[in-house]
């Protein structure tokens, strides 16, 4: 590689940089979310916000491909429901009764459930590395929802908290296999807008149906970062990532989430990080660290 080209290549890592500082801060406003605002209110407003920021570049290009997304509305309207309404909702719910650090360090596990569902979906073949890696973010997991003391998943419910939390994780790692299986003949803009908007729809009624909030300065200011910056943002900076500096790249700097969401919710929230986190979530990362070596190794391959 030139002299040239290496800087650009550098530069390009701020873009997975940045996703994953916004995304870890996100877990946070979530949490400030859970006191100051109903699920459903911020839920909608979030949607609304994102799609008032990304409709003036996006909107011509949903007209122009609007043939093929009516043909796949149903597959839309599903992705939208699995990783944008139900699975960000159930965070919100369960950041009332959970920490962020909590939140952060579930959030780690989607790597994990992803083999899961590329292996019934995609009929991807793992190899011994992501089946040790998946085998010990599971123990990390039982460690984590058990608060330190795994023998006690045949004894002890989990937390209502912790079971909506690994229902959005579940449901994000569906979210985004069914996005590779699909693969729908969408540019990437239509695809997201046409999903933000599906949100937006959809999560209208709720606040009329469940709690309605009225906005603050506080409220109104926690609903333009998770819109602004969590909803349209972050997801522009995660496409151009996987465009420019690789998909599998891109992917490593998702472990950082958990440990920059546990960063932020001590330093600003003050929460405190006990035994069972440190070990639990230490367990899930290394797990996923371990098996995206073998995503390391047919990368190559792949691009050949």
């Known amino acids: 590689m030139s002299a040239r080209g290496r800087p650009g290549k550098h530069w390009a890592l701020l873009l997975p940089i940045f996703f994953v500082l916004i995304h870890g801060g996100n877990i946070v406003v979530s949490k400030l979310a859970a006191t100051a605002i109903s699920p459903e209110t911020i839920s909608f407003y979030r949607w609304l916000v994102a799609a008032a920021v990304i409709a003036p570049f996006l909107t011509g290009g949903l007209i ?11 597959q839309l309207f ?3 429901m699995l990783g944008m309404v139900v699975c960000q909702g159930l965070v919100y719910v369960a950041a009332a009764s959970t920490s962020a650090t909590q939140l952060a360090i579930i959030n780690s596990l989607i790597p994990m459930i992803s083999v899961i569902f590329s292996v019934m979906l995609l009929r991807y073949r ?8 998946c085998a010990i973010s599971l123990v990390g997991a039982v ?7 795994p023998a006690a998943v045949f004894f002890h419910v989990p937390d209502t908290a912790d079971v909506y939390l690994l229902a959005a994780v579940v449901m994000y790692a569906l979210y985004g296999v069914l996005l590779r299986r699909w693969k729908l003949l969408l540019s990437t803009g239509t695809l997201f807008f046409a999903q933000v908007l599906i949100a937006v729809i959809t999560t209208a009624p709720a606040p009329m149906i469940g709690t309605w909030s009225p906005l603050t300065a506080y409220s109104a200011g926690l609903v333009a970062i998770a819109g602004v910056l969590g909803s349209a943002v972050a997801p522009f900076l995660w496409m151009k990532s996987t465009q420019t500096v690789g998909p599998v790249a891109s992917a490593v700097f998702i472990n950082f989430i958990p440990l920059i969401g546990t960063a932020i919710a001590v330093s600003f929230l003050g929460e405190r990080v006990e035994t069972y986190h440190l070990l639990g979530g230490g367990l899930i990362i290394g797990g996923v660290v371990l098996a995206q070596v073998e995503g390391f190794l047919r990368a190559p391959a792949t691009a050949k």
């Open 64 to 74: 122009r491909e609007w043939p093929v997304v009516r043909r796949h509305l149903w």
């Open 126 to 133: 793992p190899g011994w590395l992501v089946l040790v890696g």
């Open 143 to 149: 460690e984590l929802v058990q608060k330190g003391n």
């Open 78 to 80: 599903s992705l939208s």
